[in-house]
């Protein structure tokens, strides 16, 4: 087995991997990482994988960029990610809704701009994502997104939930997944998931 050494800013965007690693009984080192920290590293290597942001994962020393590419690779090393086609569809689908509710979200230099503009962000491009996620959930046999069983899309999602009612995801309301009460029930259902609770 290679060695594994994930590189991050604190936060939710690498959880569903360490999760995964974790399931997989597959160790991963870490490095945490502030922001001149990261700059530092930025300018002392010229291996443009440090170039394009956090996280990075090194695999037997090489670096690797995005998230959910590493996402994907845990979790097939732990078996979270569908070995059917149309399931890895349905996975990475939930997976590039994630990316878009982070991607899409505006931070604008001043706090009063942020303010406005992520308000409106949560009422709008964001709520029609979480439609979509609720729908996806109603559309599943069980209280999973993908199938009949944990995945990593859950595991993201679990993440990303977490980040908001934590109050990490600013100027969104801490109680914003409570209107989709069905998120909400997979939410409760990944968080006693045995994977999850013998992570935490
Ligand atoms: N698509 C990439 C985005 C990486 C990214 O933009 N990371 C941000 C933190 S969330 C970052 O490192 N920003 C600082 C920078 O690019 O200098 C991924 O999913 O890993």
Not at 19 to 42: N, S, V, W
Not at 155 to 172: C, D, H, K, P, Q
């Amino acid at each position: 087995m290679p060695t594994h050494l994930l590189h991050g800013f604190p936060g939710g965007r690498s959880e569903a991997t360490r999760i995964c690693f974790h399931a997989a009984g597959i160790k991963l080192e870490q490095r945490r990482y502030d922001r001149p920290a990261y700059q530092d590293k930025k300018s002392t290597t010229t291996d443009k994988a440090w170039a394009t942001g956090l996280p990075v994962l090194e695999i037997d020393g090489v670096p690797y960029t995005q998230s959910l590419s590493q996402a994907r690779y845990a979790a097939k090393l732990a078996k979270l990610y569908p070995e059917d086609p149309f399931a890895a569809l349905r996975c990475d689908e939930v997976l590039d809704i994630w990316q878009d509710i982070l991607t899409k979200t505006p931070s604008p230099e001043s706090e009063e701009d942020k303010k406005r503009e992520r308000l409106l962000y949560a009422e709008g491009k964001m709520a029609t994502l979480f439609d979509l996620l609720d729908q996806r959930v109603g559309e599943s046999e069980s209280c999973f997104i993908v199938g009949d069983s944990l995945t990593v899309a859950d595991l993201s999602l679990f993440a990303l939930f977490t980040m908001i009612r934590e109050g990490n995801f600013t100027y969104v309301p801490e109680t914003y997944i409570d209107r989709w009460p069905r998120l909400v029930k997979l939410e409760q259902s990944v968080s006693k998931h045995p994977v999850v609770t013998s992570y935490y």
